[in-house]
């Protein structure tokens, strides 16, 4: 295994570990958390997607498995009714392609968006 497939590995990990939706991070402190029985099928979604994400790293999948895999995740979620924790969820993903090194902004723009908004801004490179 290579020295960056284990960064990304350790990342994801740590990714895993860490407390989510807990309104931490310095663009979301002002918000008010939802409860943890909201969240915590949004939680899972992201874990098991971390998970996904590990094993596709572990097995040196192209870049477009990544990015499948990680559109695949935020489809199979419920679209939250609260603007926050859709934010928050987009956030979330947002930072695991990072992670791994893909874009999905186009995907993320179109899930909070819409498919019409989600278009334009990719016209105008807003994404």
């Known amino acids: 295994m290579s020295e960056t497939a284990?960064?990304?590995l350790t990342a994801l990990a740590e990714f895993r570990a860490k407390p989510k939706f807990r309104f931490t991070e310095a663009q979301f402190r002002l918000l008010n958390p939802s409860p943890e029985s909201v969240t915590a099928p949004l939680v899972a979604a992201l874990d098991g997607c971390a998970s996904q994400l590990s094993s596709l790293v572990e097995s040196k999948a192209p870049s477009s498995a990544l990015r499948q895999a990680i559109s695949r995740s935020l489809?199979?979620?419920?679209?939250p009714t609260d603007t926050e924790d859709r934010e928050y969820l987009a956030y979330y993903y947002h930072e695991l392609g990072q992670m791994v090194g893909v874009s999905i902004a186009p995907v993320l723009n179109t899930w909070l968006y819409g498919p019409f908004l989600g278009f334009l801004l990719r016209v105008f490179n807003r994404a």
Not at 75 to 79: A, F, G, I
Request: hydrophobic share 40%; no cysteine.
């Open 6 to 8: 284990s960064v990304v």
């Open 75 to 79: 489809r199979s979620v419920d679209k």
